[in-house]
């Protein structure tokens, strides 16, 4: 179906807005891959990998609002490598950084061209998922190898949630949209696991909430889309020389 000159007007607002959002996410993510492929000291890793994975998980989820497809899936896709790779400990090879960077530069090479593709279409996608994939299973594997992995239960302080609760902290007072998204993650987390249950929700879990936001957030934009021409008739009509 054509779309009509006031939804392309709209498509464009929302997808720039999206845009905006996403270079906020994508330099902040960047500046902390660009120091872990610098190797820097042990006890800077862990935040930089938080730094990196609260990124990636706005970014994918607004990806996920707005209907771009290819950036959600990359997006939520370098999840399950960039835990692993944080579990290392410091120990990451030139592999598991040269899956991530490949996966990143794919997000950015999507956004950069947003406003020309209007879809977010990331090319050779699906080899690299299959790469990351690969290596974020090997390197899920990789703790076996020497000492054992800690417990699923570890110490709470490095829950997904705890991490995602400290950025929140850290950002208190701000009115930014990770701010809010994090908001909105953590109220949802509460409500379904209690007060006791949310800190030990997990990744995938966390994907599975925004994953629903999203959908919440779907059917509000599809109604506003409706409605559209009603209330782009109702600003003409106020616009009018002859309105009262």
Request: hydrophobic content about 40%; charged content about 20%; overall charge negative.
């Amino acid at each position: 179906m054509t779309r009509t000159a006031q939804e392309d007007a709209f498509l464009d607002e929302v997808l720039g807005l999206f845009v905006l959002e996403a270079q906020e996410w994508i330099n902040q993510s960047n500046t902390a891959l660009l120091e872990l492929e610098h190797h820097p000291v042990s006890d800077r890793k862990h935040k930089l990998y938080d730094s990196i994975v609260c990124g990636i998980t706005n970014l994918g989820g607004s990806a996920a609002t707005v209907e771009l497809r290819d950036l959600e899936r990359l997006a939520f896709g370098l999840l399950p490598l960039l835990k692993g790779m944080q579990a290392l400990n410091g120990s990451t090879t030139a592999v598991q950084l040269g899956a991530l960077r490949e996966g990143f530069n794919g997000i950015i090479g999507a956004v950069q061209t947003l406003s020309d593709t209007k879809t977010g279409q990331v090319p050779n996608l699906e080899p690299i998922l299959k790469r990351v994939a690969e290596v974020a299973q090997q390197t899920a594997m990789a703790p076996q190898q020497g000492s054992p992995a800690p417990p699923s239960t570890s110490t709470p302080s490095s829950s997904v949630m705890d991490r995602l609760a400290e950025f929140q902290r850290q950002h208190a007072g701000t009115s930014n949209a990770s701010r809010h998204t994090l908001e909105a993650i953590i109220r949802r987390a509460k409500q379904d696991y209690g007060e006791r249950g949310w800190r030990l929700v997990d990744a995938p879990t966390v994907i599975q909430i925004v994953q629903e936001l999203n959908r919440s957030d779907d059917e509000f934009m599809n109604d506003v889309h409706k409605r559209l021409p009603t209330i782009a008739g109702i600003f003409a009509d106020c616009a009018s020389p002859h309105a009262d």
